[in-house]
Protein backbone atom coordinates (compact mmCIF):
# COMPACT_ATOMS: atom_id res chain seq x y z
CA UNK A 1 0.00 0.00 0.00
CA UNK A 2 2.85 2.57 1.05
CA UNK A 3 6.62 1.73 -0.53
CA UNK A 4 9.45 4.04 0.53
CA UNK A 5 12.77 3.61 -1.94
CA UNK A 6 15.72 5.07 -0.65
CA UNK A 7 13.64 8.33 -0.08
CA UNK A 8 15.80 11.25 1.24
CA UNK A 9 14.69 14.50 2.64
CA UNK A 10 16.49 17.10 2.99
CA UNK A 11 15.30 20.41 4.58
CA UNK A 12 15.96 23.75 2.55
CA UNK A 13 18.08 24.59 5.89
CA UNK A 14 20.37 21.85 5.27
CA UNK A 15 18.93 19.80 7.87
CA UNK A 16 18.85 16.04 6.99
CA UNK A 17 15.55 14.37 7.78
CA UNK A 18 15.08 11.28 6.07
CA UNK A 19 17.81 9.10 5.08
CA UNK A 20 17.55 6.74 2.50
CA UNK A 21 14.69 5.38 4.10
CA UNK A 22 12.88 1.77 2.55
CA UNK A 23 9.97 -0.12 4.10
CA UNK A 24 6.88 -1.62 2.63
CA UNK A 25 3.55 -1.28 4.28
CA UNK A 26 1.34 -3.72 2.84
CA UNK A 27 -2.35 -3.19 2.41
CA UNK A 28 -4.45 -4.20 5.59
CA UNK A 29 -1.07 -3.72 7.67
CA UNK A 30 -0.55 -1.84 10.55
CA UNK A 31 2.22 -0.13 11.76
CA UNK A 32 3.80 2.00 14.50
CA UNK A 33 6.75 4.32 13.39
CA UNK A 34 8.51 5.17 16.40
CA UNK A 35 12.07 7.10 17.50
CA UNK A 36 12.92 10.14 19.41
CA UNK A 37 11.54 13.80 18.68
CA UNK A 38 13.18 14.99 15.30
CA UNK A 39 14.08 11.22 13.86
CA UNK A 40 11.91 11.74 11.20
CA UNK A 41 8.68 10.48 11.95
CA UNK A 42 6.58 13.21 11.35
CA UNK A 43 8.97 14.16 8.04
CA UNK A 44 7.79 10.58 6.79
CA UNK A 45 3.61 11.04 7.54
CA UNK A 46 4.75 14.61 5.94
CA UNK A 47 6.15 12.84 2.43
CA UNK A 48 3.00 10.64 2.08
CA UNK A 49 0.94 12.91 2.63
CA UNK A 50 2.40 15.60 0.09
CA UNK A 51 3.08 17.99 2.49
CA UNK A 52 6.47 17.71 1.67
CA UNK A 53 7.89 16.27 -1.42
CA UNK A 54 11.54 14.23 -1.29
CA UNK A 55 14.40 14.94 -2.82
CA UNK A 56 15.80 11.84 -3.07
CA UNK A 57 14.25 8.09 -4.16
CA UNK A 58 10.57 7.05 -4.38
CA UNK A 59 7.56 6.90 -2.56
CA UNK A 60 4.88 4.28 -4.05
CA UNK A 61 1.33 4.86 -2.44
CA UNK A 62 -1.53 2.19 -3.54
CA UNK A 63 0.78 1.25 -6.78
CA UNK A 64 1.11 5.27 -8.04
CA UNK A 65 4.60 7.25 -7.39
CA UNK A 66 3.20 9.89 -5.83
CA UNK A 67 6.98 12.05 -6.48
CA UNK A 68 4.98 12.41 -9.96
CA UNK A 69 1.64 13.44 -9.09
CA UNK A 70 1.16 17.55 -10.05
CA UNK A 71 -0.05 19.77 -7.94
CA UNK A 72 -3.32 20.04 -8.44
CA UNK A 73 -3.95 16.48 -8.62
CA UNK A 74 -2.66 16.49 -4.25
CA UNK A 75 -6.04 17.01 -3.03
CA UNK A 76 -7.73 14.24 -4.92
CA UNK A 77 -5.00 12.00 -3.64
CA UNK A 78 -5.40 13.59 -0.39
CA UNK A 79 -8.58 12.65 -0.06
CA UNK A 80 -8.11 8.84 -0.24
CA UNK A 81 -5.78 9.13 2.95
CA UNK A 82 -7.45 9.71 6.66
CA UNK A 83 -5.06 11.72 8.79
CA UNK A 84 -5.17 12.14 12.58
CA UNK A 85 -2.99 15.09 13.75
CA UNK A 86 -1.31 15.46 17.12
CA UNK A 87 -2.96 19.27 17.53
CA UNK A 88 -6.24 17.82 16.18
CA UNK A 89 -6.46 20.57 13.71
CA UNK A 90 -10.07 21.10 14.30
CA UNK A 91 -11.98 24.15 13.19
CA UNK A 92 -13.46 26.05 16.39
CA UNK A 93 -15.86 28.14 14.14
CA UNK A 94 -18.17 25.22 13.75
CA UNK A 95 -20.03 22.70 15.76
CA UNK A 96 -18.93 18.79 15.91
CA UNK A 97 -20.84 17.80 13.34
CA UNK A 98 -19.54 20.46 10.78
CA UNK A 99 -16.12 19.42 11.42
CA UNK A 100 -16.43 15.98 10.88
CA UNK A 101 -18.43 16.61 7.77
CA UNK A 102 -15.67 18.36 6.18
CA UNK A 103 -14.52 16.04 4.21
CA UNK A 104 -17.48 14.96 2.27
CA UNK A 105 -18.39 18.09 1.58
CA UNK A 106 -15.27 19.10 -0.16
CA UNK A 107 -15.59 15.96 -1.74
CA UNK A 108 -19.40 16.90 -2.57
CA UNK A 109 -21.46 13.99 -1.17
CA UNK A 110 -24.93 14.50 -1.37
CA UNK A 111 -26.46 16.31 1.75
CA UNK A 112 -28.27 13.07 3.44
CA UNK A 113 -25.50 10.43 2.48
CA UNK A 114 -22.79 12.61 4.43
CA UNK A 115 -25.19 12.75 7.21
CA UNK A 116 -25.24 9.03 7.00
CA UNK A 117 -21.77 8.82 7.06
CA UNK A 118 -21.28 11.32 9.58
CA UNK A 119 -23.12 10.09 12.58
CA UNK A 120 -21.71 6.59 11.27
CA UNK A 121 -18.37 7.61 12.12
CA UNK A 122 -19.49 9.50 15.17
CA UNK A 123 -21.25 6.82 16.54
CA UNK A 124 -17.54 4.69 16.03
CA UNK A 125 -16.00 7.16 18.16
CA UNK A 126 -18.48 7.83 20.96
CA UNK A 127 -19.67 11.24 20.47
CA UNK A 128 -22.74 10.48 18.31
CA UNK A 129 -24.58 13.05 21.59
CA UNK A 130 -22.46 15.78 20.99
CA UNK A 131 -22.36 16.86 17.44
CA UNK A 132 -24.18 19.87 17.55
CA UNK A 133 -21.38 21.14 20.13
CA UNK A 134 -18.37 23.48 19.69
CA UNK A 135 -15.13 21.29 19.77
CA UNK A 136 -13.55 23.74 22.02
CA UNK A 137 -15.79 22.89 24.76
CA UNK A 138 -14.77 19.30 24.73
CA UNK A 139 -12.12 17.71 26.31
CA UNK A 140 -8.53 16.78 24.95
CA UNK A 141 -9.48 12.89 24.77
CA UNK A 142 -13.06 14.29 22.71
CA UNK A 143 -11.39 16.26 20.52
CA UNK A 144 -9.36 13.70 19.65
CA UNK A 145 -11.70 11.32 18.67
CA UNK A 146 -13.26 14.16 16.47
CA UNK A 147 -10.40 14.22 14.81
CA UNK A 148 -10.61 10.76 14.11
CA UNK A 149 -13.88 10.39 12.95
CA UNK A 150 -13.47 12.92 10.62
CA UNK A 151 -10.37 11.16 9.18
CA UNK A 152 -11.95 7.96 8.62
CA UNK A 153 -15.36 9.60 7.42
CA UNK A 154 -14.79 9.16 3.80
CA UNK A 155 -13.73 6.04 4.43
CA UNK A 156 -10.09 5.79 3.47
CA UNK A 157 -7.61 2.97 2.51
CA UNK A 158 -5.06 4.50 4.15
CA UNK A 159 -4.88 5.98 7.87
CA UNK A 160 -1.84 8.21 9.03
CA UNK A 161 -1.90 9.47 12.75
CA UNK A 162 0.90 11.96 14.19
CA UNK A 163 1.14 11.40 18.10
CA UNK A 164 -2.45 10.45 18.81
CA UNK A 165 -2.01 9.84 21.81
CA UNK A 166 0.17 12.41 22.80
CA UNK A 167 -1.69 14.31 24.65
CA UNK A 168 -3.71 11.97 26.12
CA UNK A 169 -3.31 9.78 29.74
CA UNK A 170 -2.66 6.14 29.61
CA UNK A 171 -6.26 4.99 29.30
CA UNK A 172 -6.96 7.24 26.38
CA UNK A 173 -4.27 6.22 24.54
CA UNK A 174 -5.09 2.53 25.17
CA UNK A 175 -8.96 3.59 23.92
CA UNK A 176 -7.68 5.14 21.07
CA UNK A 177 -5.22 2.44 20.06
CA UNK A 178 -8.32 -0.14 20.00
CA UNK A 179 -10.15 2.37 17.92
CA UNK A 180 -7.26 2.09 15.55
CA UNK A 181 -7.17 -1.46 15.58
CA UNK A 182 -10.93 -1.45 14.97
CA UNK A 183 -10.15 0.42 11.80
CA UNK A 184 -7.21 -1.74 10.87
CA UNK A 185 -9.52 -5.15 11.11
CA UNK A 186 -12.16 -3.86 8.29
CA UNK A 187 -8.99 -3.23 5.88
CA UNK A 188 -7.57 0.36 6.59
CA UNK A 189 -3.77 0.21 6.19
CA UNK A 190 -2.26 2.28 9.24
CA UNK A 191 0.89 3.79 9.79
CA UNK A 192 1.18 5.60 13.23
CA UNK A 193 3.81 7.94 14.82
CA UNK A 194 4.68 7.40 18.08
CA UNK A 195 7.24 7.96 20.30
CA UNK A 196 5.22 6.22 23.49
CA UNK A 197 7.52 3.00 23.26
CA UNK A 198 5.54 1.96 27.04
CA UNK A 199 2.03 1.82 24.47
CA UNK A 200 3.30 0.27 21.91
CA UNK A 201 5.52 -2.60 23.85
CA UNK A 202 2.61 -3.82 24.75
CA UNK A 203 1.10 -4.10 21.58
CA UNK A 204 2.10 -6.95 18.74
CA UNK A 205 2.45 -4.54 15.92
CA UNK A 206 5.15 -3.60 13.10
CA UNK A 207 7.49 -1.32 14.81
CA UNK A 208 9.51 0.96 12.34
CA UNK A 209 12.29 2.60 14.50
CA UNK A 210 13.68 6.14 13.20
CA UNK A 211 16.68 7.38 14.76
CA UNK A 212 18.70 10.82 12.65
CA UNK A 213 16.73 10.13 9.64
CA UNK A 214 17.81 6.76 9.05
CA UNK A 215 15.17 3.59 9.54
CA UNK A 216 17.52 1.31 12.12
CA UNK A 217 15.10 -0.80 12.73
CA UNK A 218 11.78 -2.74 10.89
CA UNK A 219 10.42 -5.43 13.86
CA UNK A 220 7.73 -7.24 12.28
CA UNK A 221 5.14 -9.05 13.69
CA UNK A 222 3.43 -11.43 11.18
CA UNK A 223 0.66 -12.61 13.40
CA UNK A 224 -1.48 -11.03 15.69
CA UNK A 225 -1.12 -12.48 19.13
CA UNK A 226 -4.60 -14.19 20.61
CA UNK A 227 -2.86 -14.20 23.99
CA UNK A 228 0.22 -12.31 25.52
CA UNK A 229 3.08 -13.91 25.49
CA UNK A 230 3.00 -16.24 22.15
CA UNK A 231 5.11 -14.74 19.85
CA UNK B 1 -5.32 11.10 -15.70
CA UNK B 2 -6.57 9.82 -12.47
CA UNK B 3 -9.29 12.18 -10.85
CA UNK B 4 -11.77 11.18 -8.41
CA UNK B 5 -11.81 7.58 -10.10
CA UNK B 6 -13.38 5.30 -7.57
CA UNK B 7 -10.73 2.89 -6.51
CA UNK B 8 -12.19 -0.19 -7.53
CA UNK B 9 -9.57 -2.94 -5.95
CA UNK B 10 -10.46 -2.17 -2.68
CA UNK B 11 -13.72 -2.69 -1.00
CA UNK B 12 -13.53 -0.81 2.02
CA UNK B 13 -14.58 1.94 -0.09
CA UNK B 14 -17.57 2.45 -2.32
CA UNK B 15 -17.97 5.47 -4.50
CA UNK B 16 -20.53 7.37 -3.78
CA UNK B 17 -20.07 10.68 -5.33
CA UNK B 18 -21.98 10.23 -9.05
CA UNK B 19 -21.66 12.61 -11.75
CA UNK B 20 -24.68 13.63 -11.38
CA UNK B 21 -24.65 14.10 -7.85
CA UNK B 22 -21.52 15.88 -7.87
CA UNK B 23 -22.90 18.39 -10.30
CA UNK B 24 -25.64 18.60 -8.18
CA UNK B 25 -24.06 19.44 -5.11
CA UNK B 26 -21.28 21.28 -6.76
CA UNK B 27 -24.07 23.61 -7.66
CA UNK B 28 -25.33 23.21 -3.60
CA UNK B 29 -21.77 23.77 -2.43
CA UNK B 30 -21.89 27.22 -4.63
CA UNK B 31 -25.06 28.35 -2.94
CA UNK B 32 -24.00 27.36 0.49
CA UNK B 33 -20.89 29.18 -0.42
CA UNK B 34 -22.47 32.47 -1.05
CA UNK B 35 -24.73 32.04 1.45
CA UNK B 36 -22.48 32.00 4.02
CA UNK B 37 -20.27 33.86 2.71
CA UNK B 38 -22.76 36.69 2.86
CA UNK B 39 -23.91 36.12 6.83
CA UNK B 40 -19.88 36.46 7.52
CA UNK B 41 -20.28 39.97 5.99
CA UNK B 42 -23.30 40.71 7.76
CA UNK B 43 -22.10 39.28 11.06
CA UNK B 44 -19.16 41.97 11.34
CA UNK B 45 -21.76 44.96 10.17
CA UNK B 46 -19.35 48.12 10.60
CA UNK B 47 -16.24 46.84 8.91
CA UNK B 48 -18.33 45.69 5.97
CA UNK B 49 -20.09 48.95 6.04
CA UNK B 50 -16.85 50.77 5.88
CA UNK B 51 -15.46 48.77 2.92
CA UNK B 52 -18.68 48.80 1.26
CA UNK B 53 -18.70 52.63 1.10
CA UNK B 54 -15.13 52.90 0.60
CA UNK B 55 -16.14 50.54 -2.95
CA UNK B 56 -19.61 52.98 -3.22
CA UNK B 57 -17.38 56.31 -3.36
CA UNK B 58 -14.87 55.19 -6.05
CA UNK B 59 -17.20 53.94 -8.30
CA UNK B 60 -20.06 57.10 -7.45
CA UNK B 61 -16.99 59.58 -8.36
CA UNK B 62 -16.84 57.97 -12.30
CA UNK B 63 -20.55 57.36 -12.16
CA UNK B 64 -21.40 60.77 -11.43
CA UNK B 65 -18.89 61.90 -14.08
CA UNK B 66 -20.35 59.64 -16.41
CA UNK B 67 -23.92 60.92 -15.78
CA UNK B 68 -23.27 64.88 -15.65
CA UNK B 69 -21.59 64.31 -19.03
CA UNK B 70 -24.40 62.03 -20.85
CA UNK B 71 -26.82 65.20 -19.64
CA UNK B 72 -24.60 67.99 -20.81
CA UNK B 73 -24.21 66.04 -24.67
CA UNK B 74 -27.61 65.48 -24.29
CA UNK B 75 -28.11 69.13 -23.45
CA UNK B 76 -25.57 70.12 -25.99
CA UNK B 77 -27.58 68.04 -29.10
CA UNK B 78 -30.46 69.61 -28.28
CA UNK B 79 -28.98 73.09 -28.85
CA UNK B 80 -27.96 72.16 -32.10
CA UNK B 81 -30.92 72.32 -33.13
CA UNK B 82 -30.89 75.84 -32.66
CA UNK B 83 -27.28 75.78 -34.49
CA UNK B 84 -27.76 78.56 -37.32
CA UNK B 85 -25.48 80.00 -40.09
CA UNK B 86 -26.50 83.64 -40.48
CA UNK B 87 -25.74 85.75 -43.93
CA UNK B 88 -26.00 89.20 -43.82
CA UNK B 89 -26.37 90.65 -48.07
CA UNK B 90 -25.21 92.85 -49.52
CA UNK B 91 -26.50 96.08 -49.45
CA UNK B 92 -27.37 96.28 -53.04
CA UNK B 93 -29.51 93.22 -53.37
CA UNK B 94 -32.48 93.90 -54.28
CA UNK B 95 -35.78 91.55 -53.20
CA UNK B 96 -35.69 89.55 -56.45
CA UNK B 97 -32.35 88.81 -55.71
CA UNK B 98 -32.90 88.05 -52.23
CA UNK B 99 -35.37 85.43 -53.14
CA UNK B 100 -33.44 84.08 -55.80
CA UNK B 101 -30.57 83.47 -53.60
CA UNK B 102 -32.79 81.88 -51.46
CA UNK B 103 -33.94 79.62 -53.86
CA UNK B 104 -30.85 78.44 -54.58
CA UNK B 105 -29.36 77.68 -51.00
CA UNK B 106 -32.88 75.74 -50.53
CA UNK B 107 -31.71 73.99 -53.41
CA UNK B 108 -29.17 72.51 -51.92
CA UNK B 109 -29.22 68.82 -50.13
CA UNK B 110 -26.91 70.32 -47.32
CA UNK B 111 -29.56 72.84 -46.17
CA UNK B 112 -32.78 71.92 -44.14
CA UNK B 113 -34.32 75.68 -44.15
CA UNK B 114 -33.83 79.21 -45.00
CA UNK B 115 -35.53 82.15 -43.69
CA UNK B 116 -35.41 85.64 -45.14
CA UNK B 117 -35.47 88.69 -43.27
CA UNK B 118 -35.84 92.13 -45.35
CA UNK B 119 -33.83 95.24 -44.17
CA UNK B 120 -37.93 96.30 -43.32
CA UNK B 121 -38.14 93.69 -40.80
CA UNK B 122 -34.90 93.69 -39.31
CA UNK B 123 -35.84 97.17 -38.38
CA UNK B 124 -39.21 96.11 -37.30
CA UNK B 125 -37.64 93.48 -34.95
CA UNK B 126 -34.74 95.48 -33.47
CA UNK B 127 -37.42 98.21 -32.85
CA UNK B 128 -39.31 95.52 -30.93
CA UNK B 129 -36.50 93.34 -28.99
CA UNK B 130 -33.69 96.48 -28.12
CA UNK B 131 -36.24 99.38 -27.52
CA UNK B 132 -34.03 101.27 -29.64
CA UNK B 133 -36.30 101.66 -32.29
CA UNK B 134 -36.75 106.05 -31.59
CA UNK B 135 -32.89 105.74 -32.84
CA UNK B 136 -33.73 104.06 -36.19
CA UNK B 137 -36.22 106.62 -36.51
CA UNK B 138 -33.64 109.23 -36.14
CA UNK B 139 -31.99 108.07 -39.15
CA UNK B 140 -32.80 108.53 -42.94
CA UNK B 141 -31.99 105.11 -44.29
CA UNK B 142 -32.41 101.90 -42.55
CA UNK B 143 -28.63 100.51 -41.78
CA UNK B 144 -30.05 96.98 -41.72
CA UNK B 145 -28.81 94.66 -44.14
CA UNK B 146 -31.14 91.97 -45.87
CA UNK B 147 -30.67 88.82 -43.46
CA UNK B 148 -30.99 85.31 -44.27
CA UNK B 149 -30.93 82.67 -41.73
CA UNK B 150 -29.87 79.19 -42.98
CA UNK B 151 -30.57 76.15 -40.85
CA UNK B 152 -28.22 73.45 -41.82
CA UNK B 153 -29.02 69.79 -42.09
CA UNK B 154 -26.25 68.23 -40.69
CA UNK B 155 -24.37 68.55 -37.50
CA UNK B 156 -22.69 71.28 -36.14
CA UNK B 157 -19.44 69.36 -36.98
CA UNK B 158 -20.18 70.13 -40.72
CA UNK B 159 -21.69 73.54 -40.42
CA UNK B 160 -17.80 74.93 -40.68
CA UNK B 161 -17.38 73.54 -43.92
CA UNK B 162 -20.39 74.71 -45.10
CA UNK B 163 -20.19 78.61 -43.47
CA UNK B 164 -16.93 78.78 -45.69
CA UNK B 165 -18.94 77.41 -48.71
CA UNK B 166 -21.65 80.45 -48.11
CA UNK B 167 -19.37 82.78 -47.08
CA UNK B 168 -18.09 83.08 -50.52
CA UNK B 169 -21.24 83.19 -52.82
CA UNK B 170 -22.11 86.43 -54.46
CA UNK B 171 -24.42 88.47 -52.38
CA UNK B 172 -23.42 87.31 -49.62
CA UNK B 173 -21.13 89.99 -47.28
CA UNK B 174 -20.96 88.04 -44.35
CA UNK B 175 -21.20 84.49 -43.13
CA UNK B 176 -21.78 83.34 -39.27
CA UNK B 177 -22.29 80.98 -37.21
CA UNK B 178 -24.09 80.86 -34.82
CA UNK B 179 -23.87 79.01 -31.06
CA UNK B 180 -20.68 78.53 -32.16
CA UNK B 181 -19.94 78.07 -28.67
CA UNK B 182 -21.43 74.86 -28.79
CA UNK B 183 -19.28 73.03 -31.30
CA UNK B 184 -16.02 74.49 -28.52
CA UNK B 185 -18.99 72.96 -25.83
CA UNK B 186 -18.67 69.57 -28.30
CA UNK B 187 -15.17 69.30 -28.12
CA UNK B 188 -14.75 70.32 -24.33
CA UNK B 189 -17.03 67.74 -23.76
CA UNK B 190 -15.34 65.21 -25.94
CA UNK B 191 -11.99 65.65 -23.69
CA UNK B 192 -13.59 65.75 -20.85
CA UNK B 193 -14.98 62.31 -22.04
CA UNK B 194 -11.93 61.06 -22.89
CA UNK B 195 -10.59 61.91 -19.17
CA UNK B 196 -13.44 60.82 -17.07
CA UNK B 197 -12.87 57.65 -18.91
CA UNK B 198 -9.46 57.64 -17.60
CA UNK B 199 -10.71 58.58 -14.26
CA UNK B 200 -12.59 55.57 -14.27
CA UNK B 201 -10.12 53.33 -14.79
CA UNK B 202 -8.25 55.14 -12.02
CA UNK B 203 -11.39 54.30 -10.14
CA UNK B 204 -11.93 50.81 -11.11
CA UNK B 205 -8.09 49.86 -9.78
CA UNK B 206 -9.02 51.92 -6.72
CA UNK B 207 -11.79 49.17 -6.21
CA UNK B 208 -9.73 46.46 -7.18
CA UNK B 209 -6.89 47.49 -4.34
CA UNK B 210 -9.49 48.02 -1.84
CA UNK B 211 -11.25 44.63 -2.20
CA UNK B 212 -8.47 43.04 -2.73
CA UNK B 213 -6.52 44.14 0.01
CA UNK B 214 -9.66 43.23 2.42
CA UNK B 215 -9.71 39.49 0.70
CA UNK B 216 -6.21 39.43 1.94
CA UNK B 217 -7.05 40.19 5.39
CA UNK B 218 -9.73 37.24 5.25
CA UNK B 219 -7.54 35.29 4.20
CA UNK B 220 -5.05 35.76 6.65
CA UNK B 221 -7.66 35.32 9.22
CA UNK B 222 -9.00 32.43 8.14
CA UNK B 223 -5.47 30.77 7.72
CA UNK B 224 -6.28 27.84 9.98
CA UNK B 225 -9.00 26.74 8.44
CA UNK B 226 -7.43 26.70 5.06
CA UNK B 227 -4.72 24.98 6.02
CA UNK B 228 -7.64 22.25 7.69
CA UNK B 229 -9.08 22.41 3.92
CA UNK B 230 -6.51 21.76 2.12
CA UNK B 231 -5.02 18.90 4.16
CA UNK B 232 -8.52 16.97 4.12
CA UNK B 233 -8.23 17.43 -0.02
CA UNK B 234 -9.70 20.47 -0.94
CA UNK B 235 -9.05 22.06 -4.07
CA UNK B 236 -7.18 25.20 -4.59
CA UNK B 237 -11.13 25.89 -6.07
CA UNK B 238 -13.08 25.16 -2.98
CA UNK B 239 -10.99 27.29 -0.82
CA UNK B 240 -10.97 29.68 -3.13
CA UNK B 241 -14.60 29.83 -3.78
CA UNK B 242 -15.35 31.83 -0.33
CA UNK B 243 -13.26 34.96 -0.66
CA UNK B 244 -14.51 34.88 -4.68
CA UNK B 245 -18.26 35.00 -3.15
CA UNK B 246 -16.49 37.45 -0.48
CA UNK B 247 -15.56 39.72 -3.43
CA UNK B 248 -18.69 39.15 -5.22
CA UNK B 249 -20.86 40.82 -2.30
CA UNK B 250 -18.22 43.76 -1.42
CA UNK B 251 -18.92 44.91 -5.05
CA UNK B 252 -22.37 43.97 -5.91
CA UNK B 253 -23.04 45.99 -2.27
CA UNK B 254 -20.59 48.96 -3.34
CA UNK B 255 -22.10 49.18 -6.65
CA UNK B 256 -25.42 49.14 -4.99
CA UNK B 257 -25.01 52.01 -2.73
CA UNK B 258 -22.82 54.35 -5.09
CA UNK B 259 -26.01 53.43 -7.41
CA UNK B 260 -28.25 54.67 -3.95
CA UNK B 261 -26.49 58.12 -3.47
CA UNK B 262 -26.81 58.69 -7.52
CA UNK B 263 -30.16 58.25 -7.19
CA UNK B 264 -30.36 60.64 -4.10
CA UNK B 265 -27.86 63.45 -5.28
CA UNK B 266 -30.08 63.37 -9.03
CA UNK B 267 -33.07 63.70 -6.63
CA UNK B 268 -32.09 66.46 -4.75
CA UNK B 269 -30.31 68.34 -8.28
CA UNK B 270 -33.91 68.02 -10.53
CA UNK B 271 -35.96 70.82 -9.31
CA UNK B 272 -32.64 73.28 -9.22
CA UNK B 273 -31.45 72.32 -12.32
CA UNK B 274 -34.62 72.36 -14.35
CA UNK B 275 -35.46 75.76 -13.18
CA UNK B 276 -32.06 76.83 -14.14
CA UNK B 277 -32.37 75.17 -17.52
CA UNK B 278 -35.51 76.85 -17.79
CA UNK B 279 -34.19 80.16 -17.94
CA UNK B 280 -32.09 79.27 -20.86
CA UNK B 281 -35.37 78.00 -22.80
CA UNK B 282 -34.38 74.49 -22.78
CA UNK B 283 -36.96 71.41 -21.86
CA UNK B 284 -34.06 69.40 -21.22
CA UNK B 285 -34.63 66.93 -17.76
CA UNK B 286 -32.00 65.68 -15.70
CA UNK B 287 -31.45 61.92 -16.43
CA UNK B 288 -30.02 59.10 -14.18
CA UNK B 289 -28.76 56.26 -15.48
CA UNK B 290 -31.59 54.43 -16.27
CA UNK B 291 -32.01 50.45 -16.08
CA UNK B 292 -29.02 49.30 -18.45
CA UNK B 293 -27.15 52.00 -16.70
CA UNK B 294 -28.10 50.60 -13.20
CA UNK B 295 -27.44 47.27 -14.65
CA UNK B 296 -23.84 48.04 -16.29
CA UNK B 297 -22.71 49.96 -12.79
CA UNK B 298 -23.81 46.39 -11.15
CA UNK B 299 -22.59 43.72 -12.93
CA UNK B 300 -19.68 46.04 -13.41
CA UNK B 301 -18.84 46.79 -9.51
CA UNK B 302 -19.46 42.65 -8.71
CA UNK B 303 -17.32 41.63 -11.38
CA UNK B 304 -14.25 44.40 -10.36
CA UNK B 305 -15.18 43.03 -7.05
CA UNK B 306 -14.53 39.05 -7.92
CA UNK B 307 -11.57 40.27 -9.95
CA UNK B 308 -9.91 41.84 -6.39
CA UNK B 309 -10.81 39.00 -4.73
CA UNK B 310 -9.10 36.49 -7.25
CA UNK B 311 -6.25 38.39 -7.74
CA UNK B 312 -5.55 38.62 -3.79
CA UNK B 313 -6.52 34.82 -3.75
CA UNK B 314 -4.02 33.90 -6.85
CA UNK B 315 -1.17 36.07 -4.51
CA UNK B 316 -1.71 35.12 -1.38
CA UNK B 317 -3.88 31.17 -0.69
CA UNK B 318 -1.12 29.63 -2.71
CA UNK B 319 1.47 30.88 -0.26
CA UNK B 320 -0.93 28.68 2.89
CA UNK B 321 -0.08 25.41 2.89
CA UNK B 322 -0.17 23.18 5.60
CA UNK B 323 3.28 22.27 7.20
Redesign the interface.
Known amino acids: MIRFDNVSKRYPGGHQALNQVNFELG?GEMAFLTGRSGAGKSTLL?LI?L??RANQGQIVV?G?NIGRLPR??V??????IG?V?QDH???F?RNVYENVA??L???????H?AQRRVRAALDKVGLLGKEKMNPMLLSGGEQQRIGIA?AVV????ILLADEPTGNLDPELAAETITLFEQFNR???SMLIASHDLSLIAQLRHRILTLDNGKLIRDATFHMKPTRPGTH | ????SP?TR?????Q??TLK??L???W??HLDVAGSSLKKLLAAPFSTVMTVAVIAIALLLPTALFVAMDNLSALSEGFGRFSRITLYLEDNLGERDSSALSEQLLARSDIAAVEYISPAQGAEEFARYSGLGDVLALLDDNPLPGVMLVTPADSVAQSSTLLGELAGLEGVSLAQLDLQWIERLRLLLETAGRASAALMLVFALAVLLVIGNTIRLAIESRR??I??????????G?VARPFLYTGLWYGLAGGLLAWLALTLLLWALYTPTRELLALYDSQHELRGLGVAGAAVLLAGSGLLGWLGAFISVRQHLSAI???
Not at chain 1, 75 to 80: G, K
Open positions: DKMMENKQQPFYRRRVFQLLDLPQIEGYPRERNRPQIGV | MKKRDSGARTQVSGQSRQNAEVVVKLVGGTDYEPS
